[in-house]
């Protein structure tokens, strides 16, 4: 298969797909039904990663029954004004779901479920917008993402999105957000450690309003905190579990295989294997796991950001390798239940 190199720009890993096909490992619980609550796609420059992509990956020996597709700024309408140009993509994925739900794709439900994006800052005028996403995607639209992510030290920056300062506090943010709760649509945040806080105090203000926090809170290891792994953790723990203490809050446990948690797998001669993953996440998949409880918590790919660290198969036996002491039950919660009920999901029975 030929390689795909993103270009630096997008500020993700390029995804050596040579390198990833020397870890080949035996995929443990095969039988396990898995939603994966949170992946991309998109047709970059370069590196595509639609449909075909998707099903390649899902398709590698773990039991994949849906996925949540979460906004990435991918094909948005060239024409329409800037606020209304995130439809582009509703209307992209929606078509991507309804030719999963033929059947003629496989059995993964690809697309499910769909957080598309809208401008919260908006304020009142969000409604107009997200009540326009329900009407493209119907049942399938459940919630939106608005980055929040955020830190005084640029070079930690995605380059793709520029965000303000302060925006989660911010009264026209929350004019918008106060819309999500009436329509009953949910909220993915994405934010760096330091703003977990921030988090905690929009949860509180808004208890009716499910949120979901991606990629355990988004501890950084690289650019000014490179060097201080005790340190942010330190800081990260104690605001994770002061988080988890508002129950409209849920985690995906996921999206350390990207550059700004600093682990190094792409440095490896050699792609990582799912107990160096355990050995080296083992202490925030615990944290998340003690502090929200297993249904509060969800394992996601974050593919294909995650993909230039390890592949699909390997994640997939880490996360199952995490979960050992897991009764039947949290499993079952850690792997589908949760992410079925947050998104509101009806899985293939």
């Known amino acids: 298969m030929t390689t795909t190199t993103p270009s630096p720009f997008h500020g993700y890993l390029p995804v050596r797909q040579d390198w990833l096909d020397r870890r080949q490992e035996e995929i443990l619980e095969p039988g396990l039904p898995i939603v994966d609550p949170h992946h991309h796609l998109w047709d970059r420059p370069g590196w595509p990663y639609l449909l075909p992509e998707l099903l390649a ?26 606020e209304l140009k995130p439809l582009g993509e509703t209307e992209f994925v929606n078509g991507v779901a309804a030719m999963s739900a033929s059947g003629g794709y ?18 009142a005028r969000a409604q107009d917008i997200l009540e326009a996403h329900t ?20 070079s930690v920056l995605n380059p793709n999105y520029h965000v303000p300062q302060g925006l989660m506090p911010s009264a026209a943010f929350r004019e918008g957000f106060a819309r999500l709760g009436k329509l009953g649509l949910s909220y993915d945040s994405w934010l760096y450690h330091p703003q977990i806080g921030e988090l905690e105090a ?7 309003t499910p949120i979901v926090l991606d990629h355990v809170g988004g501890p950084l290891h690289i650019g000014a905190y490179a060097g201080k792994q005790k340190e942010v953790f330190a800081r990260w723990q104690p605001a994770m579990r002061a988080l988890a203490a508002c129950p409209n809050v849920h985690i995906k446990l996921g999206g350390l295989g990207m550059r700004i948690g600093g682990f190094g797998f792409e440095d490896q001669a050699e792609p990582p294997s799912s107990d160096q993953l355990v050995a080296a996440w083992k202490p925030y998949i615990e944290t998340c796991i003690e502090a929200f409880g297993a249904r509060r918590c969800m394992f996601e790919s974050n593919f294909p950001v995650d993909k230039g660290s390890y592949g699909y198969a390997v994640f997939w036996n880490a996360c199952k390798k995490l979960a050992k002491g897991a009764s039947a039950t949290e499993k079952t919660d850690l792997f589908s239940g949760t992410a079925a009920r947050f998104y509101r999901l009806e899985l293939p029975t």
């Not at 990956?57 to 800037?82: E, K, L, S, W």
């Not at 009407?135 to 640029?154: C, E, L």
Request: glycine share 12%; net charge positive.
């Open 57 to 82: 990956d899902t398709g590698g020996g773990h039991n994949i029954v849906a996925t949540v597709f979460v906004q990435c700024r991918a094909m948005y309408r060239a024409d329409a004004p800037v």
């Open 106 to 123: 496989g059995a993964t439900r690809a697309c499910a479920g769909i957080v598309g994006h809208v401008d919260l800052a908006l304020g």
């Open 135 to 154: 009407r493209i995607a119907g049942d399938r639209f459940k919630g939106i993402r608005h980055t929040s992510a955020w830190d005084a030290d640029s």
């Open 202 to 208: 929009l949860a509180r203000a808004f208890p009716e």
